[in-house]
């Protein structure tokens, strides 16, 4: 049974290797009433690591401020910081991706992580729009919208989500292959989105503590990976030079 | 390489920016307006306002004031403090942009 549990956790955490062969070795318990236990585990647990089940994950926090919402527990007003903090959330863990890898090499959890890069990212697409549907719902009518459109806090905030447009409607693989070279520019953009996206909160939002808890650690990792990289690249130089 | 050197550089400029910066921290107004015992209702100065031809969308206090988020009789989208005891109207400000201040 320990033994069970914990072949079931290391392939949770597993890419999906299903092979239908046995080895040699397996022969013999191959109609074993355990091994069957085990395979339908393993069928369920690598169901709920799949990608369908991490984006029902992601829209739980969604689903339960709406819900929130419309039984009239909440405003539209206050509707706006949740979900514009979970959009910039989901848009900070997709970036931190890369650094993590850089900074970590080759892990597992780098891997499982990387396979949600495109959930993360478009997650935080959706949730910048639900942020813009309740800031007009709460606005009520364009007038008062085009009336603050120029403070710094309002104008940042429409830039981001500007920029995040062209991000999420290339998120998909036909994209990616047309876009070849250029998809990796395009999406570089992200970095703007979030220099937007960190203006508009700390411009926004009444104390600056919610914005640096969550941009700091990009911050930080950003810049970690940014002294990995040029450490690799002036050892190899050093390398070079005493050949 | 470029544009996390860039990004690096401007997250930390902004960061920066936006601690030196304690006018957006809350504490925008502050009001000696002494014990609550001594104040008027929010409700009443919701229904005050309302009279005046003000929508309310919330109230609550901030730096001893009472602040208001809702639409001015001219239609201005606002937040608002107003005093406590005396419901006088102290400060209305739009996303950062002072409307009113009282001298």
Redesign the interface.
């Known amino acids: 049974m320990v033994n069970f549990s914990l072949m079931a956790v290391v392939n949770f955490f597993l890419p999906r290797r299903h092979t239908g062969q046995a080895t040699s070795c397996d022969n013999f318990i191959l109609d074993h009433p355990a091994r069957n236990i085990q395979d339908n585990g393993m069928k369920i647990l690598r169901k709920l690591n799949s990608l369908p089940v991490f984006w029902i994950l992601l829209s739980i926090p969604a689903i339960l401020m709406v819900r929130g919402y419309l039984a009239g527990d909440i405003?539209a007003?206050?509707m706006l910081h949740p979900t514009g903090e979970f959009s910039a959330r989901f848009m900070i863990v997709a970036m931190i991706i890369t650094p993590l890898s850089v900074i970590f090499g080759n892990r597992q959890w780098i891997a499982w992580m990387m396979k949600r890069r495109r959930s993360f990212g478009l997650a935080a697409f959706g949730y910048g729009m639900l942020h813009l549907i309740f800031y007009i719902i709460?606005?009520e009518a364009l007038?008062?919208i085009l009336?603050?459109f120029w403070?710094?806090?309002?104008w940042t905030g429409w830039a981001a989500l500007l920029v995040f447009v062209p991000l999420a409607v290339t998120s998909n693989n036909l994209s990616m292959r047309r876009l070849k070279q250029s998809w990796k520019h395009l999406q570089?953009l992200v970095?703007i989105a979030?220099?937007l996206t960190?203006?508009h909160w700390?411009?926004?939002?009444?104390?600056?503590g919610g914005?640096?808890a969550h941009?700091?650690p990009?911050?930080l990792l950003?810049?970690l990976?940014?002294i990995i990289?040029y450490g690799r690249r002036n050892n190899g130089l050093t390398q070079r030079e005493s050949l | 390489?470029k544009?996390?050197?860039?990004?690096?550089a401007?997250?930390?400029l902004?960061?920066t920016?936006?601690?030196s910066s304690p006018a957006?921290?809350?504490g925008?107004m502050s009001c000696e307006a002494g014990p609550q015992s001594g104040w008027k209702t929010q409700d009443e100065l919701k229904a005050d306002l309302v009279k005046k031809g003000w929508t309310i969308?919330?109230s609550k206090i901030d730096g001893g004031c009472y602040e208001v988020?809702g639409?001015t009789p001219e239609?201005?989208?606002v937040e608002a403090y107003f005093h406590p005891v005396s419901l006088e109207k102290l400060l209305v400000s739009?996303?950062?942009?002072i409307l009113f201040r009282k001298q």
């Open positions: 405003i007003m206050d709460d606005m007038e008062p009336a603050e403070a710094p806090g309002i570089r970095y979030a220099l960190l203006a700390l411009l926004i939002h009444d104390g600056v914005a640096l941009f700091i990009l911050l950003e810049l990976r940014v990289i | 390489m544009y996390s050197v860039i990004t690096a401007a997250t930390a902004i960061a920016a936006g601690l957006l921290a809350t925008k969308k919330k988020y639409t239609g201005d989208r739009r996303r950062g942009e």
